[in-house]
């Protein structure tokens, strides 16, 4: 047997790299073997922090003789998703269209010619809840394969064929306005939950992109239902077991309704999302609970997935060594009463328990509990709460620890680097600041090649051979535009400018749709293309974002015309699905607003009264402003051009639909000049 994937960056490809299946990654060397031994492709697409992955991988890729009659009968290909999005998109598109319903892992069948013909996710190693065996499974496709090719060729081409016509429905090239925007707001209402925050039952995730749409509205509009709903969701969440008491950090998402049990991965975009929105509620309200989370989670993604290269891992596993050698989810993070005991001693058990709600009877299994905090009238002594929380995270960092993804994906440092520019400015954390320059820096030193281009991935400073989708030249050109408001340094807004000059020469077509892969990248059996969110902004609206805001930076007419173009299918989808397009209505009120351009200006980058404006601008709530902050006479950024001093001393300009304010130098008028 040869092991293929040794030298792969991927994490999760590492992990099966001692399998006795003698394992492809996705190359065009893998079908031509099928070709050359007539054999179909299993084609497994997983994650490294995905439990059931890790489970299949164990029932059956660990097995000889299961590995035997794949390496027999079958080309095996495994992916890493989070490597290869377009890969997984496309197949998975082919599941959730032939089954109803997908997830990971993913198990699919292919012709050598890539082209799918049966489908699945998990299989278990015996027959299992109306489930047949993963052997059942093959054996059940060599037979087909063997005895009935041109049915299962048939098959495959119809497949195809049905894939490659479906269209999205795309809406035309008007952006929305405010009778879509309503329409959303009203949608969103409709599926709230008022009891427990969030939209929707069981599995509950964090809707991070449907919030920042919920902020951004209200800001414009003085919406207080859409205050409310971003409020009392991020409250749930925050007291809920989704988010680590202990440390910082959302879980994936909360497998009941109350946000108490999460799936216990912490995944960077989720927390970068987060991150952000918590901050930016923390700007909108003062809420003290919600600068305690941006911050925490800020520190979060710096202590525990900052790289050596200085950017960020993709995620933290949700299984981690119970201590009898057996890895179980959630073992790192679950506390039962006797273990509060035997860390704070009786009577400081008895606080923490009643604290953080933990019973005799447990909120998870084995009479184990998610610590929370739930709503109760109690008062606690501030010091005493800090003292137990101290000696409880002491303790539990003597756990073992779940493995990292230390695989650093471009789309999502994009998303943390804009997360900690934001909310170290905010909160006056420059060590947050500069953990957000140094990720950026790494992108830029090993992500981007001599044109521009972007590598998806990254992995202890080796480049992955993958080019970036969509998702990575918006999110990163984001994180960049994000950088050059908070530092004023013009040299983020010209890379920003790289990127999404690739965005409107591969990813736009002549209608203005995007699609997820480049015009020159690997051909599969369908180009790629999703306007709604997932996990983290779809590329479409995060693209749009991103040139809608270089727009106003830069004055470029083509970038503002493409985003435009690009929002008007959030004029189609706003009002029906507003929670899967929520980057794109949260781009859209930017779009509404104007957005703002504020330009401040100073006689040296030190000068306090300078940086005063600097710091309103960036706390001013108008949907997708941007700020440009510099020495007046300075060339760094286009929005500093013909802005003088006033009377010698630092001024802001604020303008809006090619109409601008008088200048001002009082922070008070600034403000208002930046709310509705």
Request: glycine share 10%.
């Amino acid at each position: 047997m040869v092991n293929r994937l040794a030298h792969e960056t991927s994490p999760y490809l590492l992990q099966h790299a001692d399998n006795p299946v003698d394992w492809w990654p996705w190359s065009p060397e893998a079908f031509d073997e099928a070709r050359r031994t007539n054999r179909p492709v299993l084609l497994s697409v997983g994650y490294s922090s995905c439990h059931w992955c890790h489970v299949m991988a164990h029932e059956s890729f660990e097995d000889q003789p299961t590995a035997d009659y794949l390496n027999e009968n079958f080309v095996s290909v495994k992916v890493d998703r989070e490597e290869r999005p377009d890969v997984d998109a496309v197949y998975m598109e082919a599941v959730q269209a032939a089954t109803g319903q997908g997830g990971w892992p993913m198990t699919v069948f292919l012709t050598p010619d890539a082209e799918p013909f049966y489908f699945g996710t998990y299989f278990p190693p015996a027959p299992r809840h109306g489930m047949p065996s993963f052997r059942q499974v093959l054996e059940g496709v060599r037979s087909a394969w063997t005895d009935r090719r041109d049915e299962v060729a048939e098959v495959a081409g119809k497949i195809t064929r049905d894939l490659s016509q479906r269209q999205i429905d795309y809406g035309g090239t008007e952006a929305p306005g405010e009778e879509e925007l309503s329409g959303a707001l009203l949608g969103l209402t409709r599926e709230y939950d008022p009891q427990r925050g969030g939209f929707g039952g069981a599995p509950k995730f964090p809707p991070s992109m449907a919030l920042e749409f919920l902020l951004r509205h209200h800001a414009r509009t003085g919406s207080e239902g859409a205050l409310e709903m971003a409020r009392d969701t991020c409250e749930r969440m925050a007291r809920g077991g989704i988010y680590d008491q202990l440390a910082g950090g959302f879980a994936r998402y909360s497998v009941d309704r109350d946000w108490v049990v999460p799936h216990f991965e912490k995944m960077l975009y989720d927390n970068a999302l987060l991150c952000r929105v918590y901050a930016h509620l923390w700007r909108s309200t003062g809420s003290e609970l919600a600068r305690r989370v941006a911050v925490e989670t800020a520190d979060f993604l710096v202590r525990e997935l900052r790289t050596n290269e200085g950017g960020f891992a993709s995620a933290l596993d949700a299984d981690s060594d119970d201590g009898t050698g057996k890895h179980v989810e959630g073992a790192f993070y679950v506390w039962t009463p006797e273990q509060l005991t035997e860390v704070l001693g009786a009577a400081d058990a008895e606080l923490a328990a009643q604290y953080f709600g933990v019973t005799e009877d447990g909120t998870f299994e084995e009479g184990q509990s998610v610590l929370q905090l739930p709503q109760s009238e109690g008062v606690f002594d501030a010091e005493k709460v800090a003292s137990v929380k101290s000696r409880l995270l002491d303790a539990r960092s003597q756990r073992p620890a779940p493995g990292r993804d230390d695989k650093v994906v471009a789309a999502w440092n994009g998303l943390a680097i804009a997360a900690l520019a934001e909310t170290g400015a905010y909160f006056d954390r420059p060590d947050l600041v500069e953990a957000a320059v140094s990720a950026a820096d790494l992108l830029v030193r090993l992500h981007l090649d001599e044109h521009a281009k972007l590598a998806r991935t990254s992995k202890d400073g080796q480049v992955g051979a993958n080019a970036g989708v969509l998702e990575d030249y918006a999110d990163v050109a984001e994180g960049f535009l994000a950088l050059a408001s908070v530092t004023g340094e013009g040299v983020w807004l010209e890379f920003a400018g790289f990127l999404l000059d690739h965005v409107l020469a591969g990813f736009v077509d002549e209608s203005g749709a995007l699609y997820d892969t480049a015009s020159d990248a690997e051909q599969l059996i369908r180009r790629p293309q999703d306007p709604t969110d997932n996990a983290a902004p779809s590329g479409w609206t995060a693209a749009a974002g991103a040139l809608l805001s270089y727009a106003a930076q830069t004055g470029a007419e083509p970038h503002r015309t493409a985003a435009e173009r690009a929002l008007g299918v959030v004029k189609a989808l706003g009002p029906r699905v507003p929670r899967f397009i929520g980057w794109g209505l949260a781009v859209a009120e930017a779009y509404l607003d104007g957005p703002r351009e504020v330009a401040v200006v100073g006689p040296s980058l030190g000068d306090e009264s300078a940086k005063a404006l600097h710091r309103t601008a960036l706390l001013g709530t108008a949907p997708g402003a941007v700020v440009a902050f510099g020495v007046a006479g300075s060339d760094e950024l286009p929005l500093l051009a013909d802005r003088p001093l006033v009377d010698g001393g630092p001024a802001a300009y604020v303008c809006r639909n090619f109409t601008c304010d008088a200048p001002t130098t009082d922070p008070e008028r600034l403000r208002t000049a930046l709310t509705r």
